[in-house]
């Protein structure tokens, strides 16, 4: 705090306030003393409202200024006007925020006060220095939110059925910095009730909502099977789905339609089941519509035994989904005629090591955005006349999510 002739400034602080009952608001002091305290809500549900603040625009301005701006163009001698020029263009995008960021606003306004106060020695390196910098700047918001949703993956994919404490424990194993920054133990010194706490940056900011989350029980953050969106389930039973409305259905509703077909294609027992019935089928048409003096070739099936076969498989089929049956009972039971040559069905592998989570794990900084940043081309040699493929950015990601993807995503089109 220091004192002017007749203006006090304070020093900008970013709060975050307990309001008890493990409700937090976000308070924003500026540098005229003036407090703004953002809507209360919770720790968990703050993470999630921050991994889905839609940067879009304002990345596509930033990209425009770094690409475009005749700044970077000029050589040796870069006019002044032209940084001054940049230095107000680069000024107006935080205000691209400030509704749908406050924090990100707030944070970007300390940041760049501090950017702009460096010394200037009128070189041209050091415009092009302190332009650059202004950019990386600007990009403190996106950079958080990539690690954000980084740390949410790694840390609450796959494990609905997992404790705090074992989600809290994946956290450090994937990203061991990052769970020591986040530990619930270091918040122990404090009651909880009315505490508050002062956090030096946006990322800070999430640190300190991870541990205040991995504090308590009450809410538990899991992903959407059918949007693969972020949610709170209500209850402790296993939440498979959201609540929301997403392309005008309930994720619930689509979600268990669209997970019958997910069982099936990474079931290797059951394609052979349905295979199975393909064939039994097939044989009873070829049977039924034989005559009499045709048959000698083929295999019996009468109506009554395709539909003992069908109504067979169908039980064994609930069994084996309900865990009942292992895949290899479940094939035995099905395989009446003895035709399979083998009962090892190569179950679906558990998530965990498809390219992108490897990508994910081996660097908090991996940014989708960048790493498949738009339509590329490739020959394609697999083919016997080779030809030229078009790839978006969206199937560069898919290939390496290798399937493990929204249910919306699989099935959601056509
Ligand atoms: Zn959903």
Known sequence: MEDTDQVIFYEPQLLLAEVGEGRFSTVLQHRDGTVERLPVTTPARDLIAAAEIDYGLYRREIKRLREEHPLFAAWLDVPVTDFEDFVAEALLLPSMLQKIDPVGFFALGILLDRALQREDDGSALFLLDAAQELLHVLEEPIRTQVYLRNILEMTFDGMERASQRERFEKLCRVYPDVGKLCDPASLSDMEPGHRTFRAHSIFDLRMLELALYFQQDKQRIARCEYCWGWFIPKTKKVTRYCDRVTDGFPCKKRGARFKRNLVEDEDGALKHC????????????????????????????????????????????????KGKLTAEEFLRRIDTTHELDSYEADRAEPIGQTAWYQRVAGDITFDPKVRYPETIQCLDLGEAEPKWEIYTADDLRREEQEGHQSLRERYGKG
């Open 274 to 321: 349905n295979q199975l019935r393909d064939r039994m089928y097939a044989r009873l048409l070829r049977w039924q519509d034989a005559a009499p003096d045709e048959r000698t070739n083929l295999i019996p099936m009468e109506y009554d035994q395709y539909d003992a076969w069908s109504e067979n498989a169908r039980l064994a089929r609930m069994e084996y989904l």
